[in-house]
């Protein structure tokens, strides 16, 4: 079972980093530059979940959760917020945002994929 | 790190990469800033790329990097927020960050060692910003953040919130532990609330995850379920109460709810050796962990190298079916099945392809055969004597057009914005002018003008030193400015642009001019121009690129260094660039630099010189003469000059000055070509006859081997034969200095 | 260049020059091509001829009879330009004729008698006899990397 995932992060590294995490382990990772490009990739896709980052160009992850949730199809979504801070505030304003669940920068690629899975099975 | 197969290690190369761009858009920012740039949008570019270039460095456990990046981040994180002004001082100090994030990011990337003392300094820096609250902080994130830095480690440390980092650790099983001890377990109530469903969590996923921590039963109580038709599509009903049998700690368990933690009523309770004993104890089938007691930690740090294991949906959470039909969430527990992908078409956003720079080069040699394949082509149709208008020669006409497209395109991957580089040299100014203690500010124009990759990087170091100058030597100290009516603050301009088929690079300041006199001076002094000699402004202006020149009278910190403009002008050239000197006295001195667009094709005037076929750059060709014995008189013996409407033009024999052949005697009729330079210098040079005016391709004579004087490089003709580019400036120098027709008494040097 | 032990086998590839023989390493010899119209360089010392087209590249080459001081080359069509190959600079060195490759081990090689420093010190790095012709061993790089300061 190979889940799909779309991961938005404006760092390539980030990016490539998630899709080094994921690959391996089966999924099947799309990703995008930025909450507006991601939402234009979401448009081809229908991810099992979505990985954001928060700090992006023209579009920030807060509102890009904001936009996905605004769809219909993906009110359920589960979507996971890659953030540098543990910071609790944080947490709380990506919850209210509608996010799914949070990952701490730099990532364990096991506690991505547990996460994931934590999420979306 | 050195094997290509590591991804990591590409990784990790392209998050140097990365980091570059990243650094750029700091600079790009901060110089907004500083211009008085108030967008919002400015301060979160700055802060992005710090907080990116962090957020890579920490996946890579570059620890210094995130260290520092991480304060720089937290002081513009109060500026975006409002709560700080980036007032001069502050900016100041952003590019000082700035600079030495940049080093930072270098050593990191090269491993070398790290500048702690300055990174400290700048730390303070940043501290003083945030005032005493910062300093508290920042006590609080180094523990934090070293955490956090563990990121090679695989560890299957389960603990998702990095807030209970000290509970994690004692999960190991102590080593005394018997696998065969009374298995202990916990007890979990579960009640999601309505606000659970609208974050996209999902109970169901969440019980599958306790379930690979230990053996669980599962009971799900529909107490609450109302009829069907009372059914409220997005109302939590259910609740869970889940036995679990394992010996991992509390945090663990709760992890599992980490993400739903405030959006449930959630009762964790360790189970009582009564508990225990009452539970069920069967072992799952289809749980393909392990039974945890038996886990060693060492086999656990090892398991993310494997897919972990998705267990089927049929695990005990089964135990539950109802869930599926009452379950009012809309991700029905069916949508973890895989639902065949639809094939995603990512929207193509600036989609950016990175190339090794190698397959170009090839690329581009490539095309160079084509060009010079198809020019070969060319010539034996035409030598064949078909006619201009049959089917072969139009198509070969068409070919022709491909070809120079082709290459053309080719030539513009390779090309890229002198950002970078002005970036480079912006870094430069601060630096140059803290060491001199000026005041100075690098105005900069033109950066998205493009340049060959290689004329790029070869530019760094001439500009660097030309920079150095312009601070160091152009520029007077403030009180001499603020005597001259000047502003204080001195002005470097660089600037770049195309002009006609070529870059202008222009380094300019606004300080006092050469001091004319002190430079014949010294010229003098050396032994490099004769003492009674009578020079023009221009010609003392060139000695500055005699080998060896220098006008600094105290060696300086920054100049001193025993690179002089003769090197400068030595690596234009080698670029098939040209460097001149203008300067004013008390307004300033700019330097100019005129490259070609490319290093790999010319556009060439070909010629015959004594039965040799020689190529000149087209672009210094103004004009083609020929020549009466009227046109031309002799202002001594061996050195004359052709008379071009109402001036006077050095004529030089090219012939002679190649040493092919003995000095034309009879000009009746000779072919001539006009020349001039980038710094307004003329000279006329007699051919044999002119062949043709086309695109060659630039091969690169080996100098280690001999370097020829006047020569720029070769070039393969059609008929495979190699004709030599001319470098006439050079020519036309050496030219001057044998025969001694302008400047005698500069015998050498010119040449550089 | 007694190393009883285990003498290393070269192949030298001999070549006439003014009527003498003299060899080189075939490990540096990249290939051998006939004699082509050279393109001259202003101004160079007279041994070199010039540059080539070597597919696609600019190959300068030498007259080997001049560099070494022996009477300039007569060209004819038996000309013929060994291509070498030195610290990844290619040269052309125009000789007289091609003769044979020739397979001994260092054994067979002996060092020049020490002499008084002629016009061309250095250049013939050993001496070897093959059915009574002494035949010179060239030391390419003396031959290659010394131009500028002859040049000069």
Redesign the interface.
């Known amino acids: 079972m190979s889940l799909e995932i779309l991961a938005v992060d404006d760092s390539r590294t980030m990016r490539d980093m998630i899709r080094l995490a994921l690959l391996p382990a089966g999924f099947n990772v799309h990703t995008a530059d930025d909450g507006v490009h991601g939402i234009e990739v979401l448009e081809g896709i229908e991810p099992d979940a979505i990985i954001t980052d928060i700090n992006m160009p023209r579009m920030d992850g807060f509102g890009f959760i904001d936009a996905v949730r605004g769809q219909d199809k993906h009110r359920a979504t589960p979507i996971l917020v890659l953030t540098t801070e543990a910071a609790p505030e944080l947490k709380a304003r990506a919850r209210d945002a509608g996010a799914t669940g949070w990952i701490v920068k730099p990532f364990d690629p096991t506690k991505l994929i547990k996460a994931l899975q934590m999420v979306a099975g | 790190m050195s094997n290509t197969n590591d991804?990591?290690a590409?990784?990790r190369a392209?998050?140097f990469i990365?980091c570059e761009e990243l650094l750029e858009a700091l600079q790009d920012g901060l110089q907004a800033l500083d211009d008085g740039d108030d967008d919002p949008e400015t301060i979160?570019?700055v802060?992005?790329a710090v907080?990116?270039i962090?957020?890579?460095a920490?996946?890579?456990?570059l620890e210094a990097l995130v260290r520092f990046a991480h304060r720089f981040e937290t002081v513009l994180d109060e500026v975006r927020a409002g709560r700080m002004s980036p007032d001069t001082e502050a900016r100041k100090v952003f590019f000082q960050c700035a600079d030495h994030l940049s080093d930072l990011v270098r050593i990191s990337r090269d491993d070398g060692e790290l500048p702690t003392e300055e990174t400290a300094a700048l730390l303070d820096s940043l501290n003083g910003l945030l005032g005493e609250a910062g300093i508290e902080e920042e006590a609080d994130d180094a523990e934090?953040e070293e955490i956090?830095?563990?990121?090679a480690?695989?560890?299957?440390?389960?603990d998702?919130?990095?807030?209970d980092e000290e509970g994690s650790i004692p999960d190991l099983p102590p080593l005394d532990a018997l696998p065969t001890a009374a298995p202990s377990g916990f007890t979990i109530r579960f009640k999601p609330d309505n606000d659970l469903?609208?974050?996209?969590?999902?109970p169901?996923?969440?019980l599958?995850?306790l379930d690979e921590l230990g053996t669980c039963t599962v009971t799900c109580h529909l107490d609450d379920l109302p009829d069907l038709d009372a059914l409220a599509a997005e109302t939590s009903y259910l609740s869970w109460t889940i036995d679990i049998e394992t010996d991992v700690e509390e945090a663990e368990i709760a992890a599992?709810f980490?993400?739903v933690d405030?959006?449930c009523t959630l009762d964790i309770k360790k189970k009582t050796a009564d508990d225990v004993s009452s539970a069920p104890s069967q072992e799952s089938p289809a749980d393909e962990e392990p039974p945890v007691q038996e886990d060693e930690p060492v086999v656990k740090a090892d398991?993310?190298?494997e897919?972990?294991p998705?267990p089927p949906?049929e695990t005990p959470v089964a135990d539950a079916p109802q869930e599926s039909k009452a379950e009012p969430?809309?991700?029905a527990?069916m949508?973890?099945?895989?639902?065949p992908?639809?094939?995603?078409?990512?929207?193509a956003?600036k989609s950016v392809v990175r190339v090794d720079l190698d397959r170009i080069e090839r690329l581009v040699?490539l095309v160079?055969?084509l060009v010079?394949n198809q020019a070969m082509l060319s010539q034996s149709l035409e030598r064949s004597g078909l006619s201009p208008h049959s089917d072969a020669m139009n198509g070969l006409e068409e070919f022709q057009r491909l070809t120079r497209d082709i290459q053309d395109s080719v030539m513009m991957i390779r090309a890229q914005p002198v950002k970078s580089l002005f970036q480079r040299m912006s870094r430069i100014v601060r630096e140059a002018s803290a060491a001199v203690g000026k005041d100075v500010r690098l105005h900069t124009d033109g950066e998205s003008t493009e340049v060959d990759k290689t004329v790029i990087e070869r530019l760094a170091d001439p500009l660097t030193h030309m920079i150095r100058n312009a601070v160091d030597h152009g520029l007077e100290d403030s009180e001499a400015r603020i005597a001259a009516g000047k502003p204080e603050q001195g002005r470097v301009n660089l600037t770049a642009a195309h002009r006609s088929g070529r870059v202008v690079i222009e380094v300019s300041d606004d300080g006092g001019g050469i001091n004319r006199p002190k430079v014949l001076q010294i010229a003098i002094d050396k032994g490099l121009v004769s003492p009674d000699a009578t020079l023009s402004d221009t010609e003392i202006d060139n000695l500055l690129f005699l080998p060896g020149f220098s006008t600094a009278s105290v060696v300086s910190d920054l100049s001193g260094r025993g690179v002089g403009m003769d090197v400068v002008r030595t690596s234009i050239q080698a670029l098939g660039g040209r460097i001149s000197i203008t300067s004013t006295p008390g307004e300033g001195t700019t330097f100019s630099i005129s490259l070609p667009l490319t290093l790999a094709v010319l556009d060439g005037m070909v010629v015959q010189v004594a039965e040799?076929t020689l190529v000149l750059p087209l672009n210094v060709v103004i004009e083609t003469l020929t020549l009466t014995n009227q046109d031309v008189e002799m202002v001594r013996p061996g050195a004359h000059v052709v008379r071009v409407r109402s001036g006077f033009v050095p004529l030089f024999d090219l012939g002679k000055?190649?040493?092919?052949r003995d000095p034309v005697e009879d000009y009746d009729g000779s072919v001539v070509l006009l020349i001039a330079h980038e710094d307004g210098s003329r000279a006329a040079l007699i051919i044999d006859s002119i062949q043709d005016q086309r695109q060659v391709v630039i091969?690169?004579?080996?100098d280690?081997?001999?370097r020829?004087?006047?020569?720029a490089a070769?070039t393969?003709l059609g008929d495979?034969?190699?004709?030599?580019i001319l470098d006439t400036s050079d020519i036309i120098t050496n030219a001057i200095g044998s025969s001694g027709a302008c400047a005698p008494q500069v015998t050498t040097g010119l040449t550089a | 260049m007694s190393d009883k032990e285990t003498p290393t086998a070269i192949e030298l590839l001999t070549f006439q020059l003014a009527d003498q023989e003299y060899s080189l390493d075939i490990m540096s010899v990249r290939e051998i091509r006939g004699w082509t119209k050279t393109t001259p360089l202003p101004h160079a010392p007279s041994y070199m001829k010039g540059v080539i087209n070597l597919r696609g590249t600019v190959l300068p080459v030498m007259d080997l009879s001049e560099r070494l001081g022996l009477k300039p080359q007569k060209q004819t069509d038996r000309n013929v330009i060994i291509v070498v190959n030195h610290g990844d600079v290619m040269t052309g060195l125009l000789v007289d004729a091609v003769s044979d490759i020739i397979a001994l081990t260092d054994d067979d090689l002996q060092p020049p008698p020490e002499m008084q420093a002629n016009s061309s010190p250095n250049v013939v790095s050993a001496l070897t006899l093959i059915d009574e012709r002494m035949i010179r061993v060239l030391d390419l790089s003396s031959i290659v990397t010394s131009v500028q300061s002859n040049a000069a």
């Open positions: 991804p990591m590409e990784i392209s998050f990365e979160n570019i802060f992005r907080h990116s962090k957020g890579g920490g996946a890579f456990g934090e956090d830095f563990q990121p480690v695989l560890s299957l440390d389960l998702l919130g990095g807030d469903f609208e974050t996209g969590n999902e169901f996923h969440m599958r995850a599992a980490e993400f405030g959006l398991a993310p190298a897919p972990s998705v949906t969430a809309p991700a527990p949508k973890a099945a895989p639902a992908a639809k094939q995603a078409a990512p929207a956003a040699n160079g055969e010079i040799e000055e190649l040493g092919y091969k690169g004579l080996d280690s081997f001999y020829a004087p006047g020569i070769a393969i495979g034969q190699i004709a030599l």
